[in-house]
């Protein structure tokens, strides 16, 4: 026959009528237990800190709405103060290039001999007889760039705007065999056989095909 009771000193006593029944068991919490029941408390602390923050602040907002509003309207306008110093950047170079690199230096320097609002612009000349390379069309050639260099618009000239490229017969970046004489038509002039100069000059065949268009080449 058993029987059971409730005693102080366990959860449950068992008395047995046999004496081969097991002894009474005295359950003891484990120690993995024990280290859940830590975080249990630690999780339950910070939901009941934040719990009630946010009960304080639902609370004054419940009850005064004007004031809440008035106060998140503050806090709004005082954040976007600083897009009084908002700058934007559009130029590619600060956006895309390392800045302190050689990569600036050599972008510097390119922007320096080609301005990003520079243009080129071209001039085909041609020749109504004879070839492009005869003497009386490189005289015509020379006088109309001489002709566009004494033009001038409100005290502007061409060597006022033009990208510098000192060395070339001109201080001007002019792409032109007439460089050989210096765009002067003296020059010109005093040459006997241009031809030949112009053959001498070690110019290569990817130069004159670019100035001249398609030129012969023996």
Known sequence: RVQASATP???VAWHCSSNALPAPLNFQPMAADEGKNIFAAIATSVDDFFARKYYRIGLFVGTRPCTS???SLIFMLACAGGFSQFNSESR??????PQGTRAQDDEAAFTKYFPPGSRFMNILVEAKTGSILDKSVLLEAVKLHEQI???SFEGTSLRDICIPQPG???PCFISSVLGLWAYNSSTLQADMDPLATLNKAGMTSEDLSRMLGSPSFA
């Open 9 to 11: 000193n366990c959860l």
């Open 168 to 170: 070339s017969g001109h």
């Open 92 to 97: 590619a170079d600060k956006l895309w290039i």
């Open 69 to 71: 509003l008035l106060l």
């Open 149 to 151: 260099e004494e033009a």
